[in-house]
């Protein structure tokens, strides 16, 4: 009887606060209200009464929770019982752009110009309030988020100078990749590569360590000649190979924690336009070829659609100006080329929401309007985590690239880039593969090893599982650093998309991502010296993990002069987030 009395009274309560938030004009909880007299209830009726009071009040909560007309901003109404309200208008929502990673914080800075940077760094140096800094919010970790309070740059975003003779631009961090490569291409200029996506904000870009794909070509922080930091100790400070190249090789990919970059010198190249050619290959003809592949090409990757044996091999190089544009036709249009994909989405329609139109479901919109990807996502969400399901919708998109061999041609930020789909979570780990003239084949080894994990556990992996190289970076920090010139790297990403806003299956699909992801660690990363790209490395849960982690981490990278910068440059962390604390402890707080 207690037990049913104190249960009531606890819902009861929580339900009042629940509806206080919603009004202010509730009446105060009086747990008077709920009480009898002081003994015990005195035969059987009242302790049925007070049973079936508690089963009311519980009915009522349940019907309520999944009845309540909540309001729009009321975000993630059903994840915490009993927690909604509303959000004030002074506080923001800021998302990373794969969705996994999101924060609420009143403090969101964009300064206009350098001087409104350095007093916005200042006073918070003095309050010792937090300002992380954030791009654009492409890195599928959030490595720059933090509710404490963010500093944006995408109001500094002018090119302040170009020196055409020596094929270099002086830019304001907060310029996106993009806009850059736009402003810059009437001196007839371009960046030496790309990374996937062209909406980085060139601050964020470096200092995680991003990377196009090319053995000859290193990582993105490579072309950085010179930086200004606007550091909370010392002000803002410019660094260079000449000026302070201890503190620029360590900050150069310095994760946004040893100032934040306000311009950056780029060493750009000749703007060209390349070829790039597609085809599809398989795992033995991949290995006759592969050291040609990777020394004939300026840029290649490979594609692998786990449960098939077909590789998606893409190449680009600049047009040859004696032999111009390749002339052969595609075999396929691509309609021909979307026709199968097409076909398992009206099948798989009909077996899981049992209708289907011509065009597809009349709550879908026109199929012909949808691209592989998007395609893919859909199918994906019908049932993301059944095995079967996704073999058939990676041997589709195998059959899609079969019929979309051929070449394109355009200028490199045109050509270079990817389309990588919604919502995912990813994870994409550097490790060594040899020198250009002598590769190591522990690449294909590492996929092979992969492949096989993925068929023996039954993983529901998805495709595409990218593979990509680099040469060396000089970058301290960076997962390629070498001091061999002629060290090459191999970056290689695994992935389960989020093609749902369901709560309940996005859940379960990061469960697995999770799963997958530690299975790989175990089997390979070690024994290949694999280690995850910063804007993708997530921090454990687990005390013990997180250790490991940290004695990891500390093995390959300068963890102690990072620290020691870091506490010369921000004594405050000021400039810290969660992540870099957990990832990169003080030795006074270990």
Request: net charge neutral.
């Amino acid at each position: 009887m207690l037990r049913s009395f104190t249960s009531k009274r606890s819902l009861q309560s929580l339900l009042h606060h629940r509806r206080c938030r919603q009004n202010p004009q509730f009446p105060i909880f009086n747990p008077r209200l709920f009480s009898s007299s002081p003994g015990p209830p005195s035969s059987d009726a009242e302790l049925r009464k007070y049973i079936g009071y508690t089963l009311l009040v519980l009915g009522s909560a349940a019907a309520t929770y999944y009845s309540f007309p909540f309001s729009e901003n009321a975000r993630d109404k059903k994840a915490q019982l009993f927690r909604y309200a509303p959000l004030p208008d002074d506080l923001h929502t800021v998302s990373n752009w794969s969705g996994t990673h999101e924060v609420r914080t009143r403090t969101f800075l964009q300064p206009e110009s350098i001087e409104d940077l350095e007093g916005i760094v200042k006073e918070a140096n003095v309050r010792k309030h937090k300002i992380r800094p954030v791009g654009s919010g492409l890195s599928p970790n959030g490595i720059g988020l933090t509710r404490a309070g963010m500093v944006n740059l995408a109001l500094m975003d002018k090119v302040l100078s170009v020196d055409k003779e020596k094929k270099r631009v002086t830019v304001q961090a907060g310029i996106r990749v993009q806009q850059l490569v736009d402003e810059i291409k009437e001196f007839g200029i371009t960046l030496q590569n790309f990374a996937s996506i062209r909406e980085q904000q060139i601050g964020g870009i470096v200092q995680v360590g991003a990377h196009g794909t090319g053995a000859r070509l290193p990582p993105i922080d490579e072309q950085v000649i010179s930086m200004k930091l606007v550091t909370p100790a010392k002000g803002t400070i410019e660094i260079s190979n000449e000026k302070d190249p201890e503190l620029f090789y360590l900050a150069r990919c310095g994760l946004g924690g040893l100032g934040v970059v306000a311009e950056a010198t780029l060493q750009c190249v000749e703007r060209q336009e390349l070829v790039e050619h597609t085809f599809l290959s398989n795992m033995k003809d991949i290995k006759k070829n592969h050291k040609k592949f990777l020394s004939e090409n300026k840029h290649v990757k490979y594609l692998y659609i786990p449960y098939t044996d077909a590789v998606v091999v893409v190449t680009c190089n600049p047009m040859s100006k004696r032999k111009g544009p390749p002339k052969n036709k595609p075999k396929y249009t691509t309609e021909e080329a979307l026709q199968h994909v097409r076909d398992l989405y009206l099948e798989s329609l009909t077996k899981y929401r049992g209708q289907v139109t011509d065009s597809g479901s009349p709550d879908e919109p026109e199929i012909v309007e949808l691209s592989c990807t998007e395609l893919r996502d859909k199918l994906l969400a019908m049932d993301p985590l059944n095995k079967e399901h996704v073999i058939k919708v990676n041997k589709a998109e195998a059959e899609y690239w079969r019929k979309s061999e051929g070449y394109r041609v355009g200028w490199s930020d045109e050509i270079l880039g990817f389309d990588c789909g919604g919502h995912q979570w990813v994870s994409e780990t550097c490790f060594p593969a040899g020198t250009l003239s002598k590769p190591s084949m522990k690449d294909l080894e590492y996929i092979e090893e992969l492949m096989q994990l993925i068929e023996k556990e039954s993983v529901p992996a998805p495709a595409p599982i990218e593979q990509r190289w680099t040469a060396c970076s000089k970058g301290r920090m960076s997962p390629a650093y070498s001091s061999v010139d002629d060290d090459i790297f191999s970056w290689v990403g695994i992935i389960m998309y989020l093609p749902t806003m369901d709560a309940r299956q996005r859940r379960q699909i990061t469960e697995e991502f999770f799963h997958y992801r530690h299975m790989t660690q175990a089997q390979l990363w070690d024994h290949y010296s694999a280690f995850e790209h910063w804007a993708k490395i997530e921090v454990p849960k687990d005390k013990e993990e997180l250790t490991a982690l940290q004695a990891r981490l500390k093995k390959k990278f300068p963890v102690d002069a990072y620290n020691q910068a870091r506490k010369e440059l921000d004594p405050n962390r000021i400039l810290s987030n969660n992540m870099l604390e957990k990832l990169f402890p003080s030795s006074e707080a270990v």
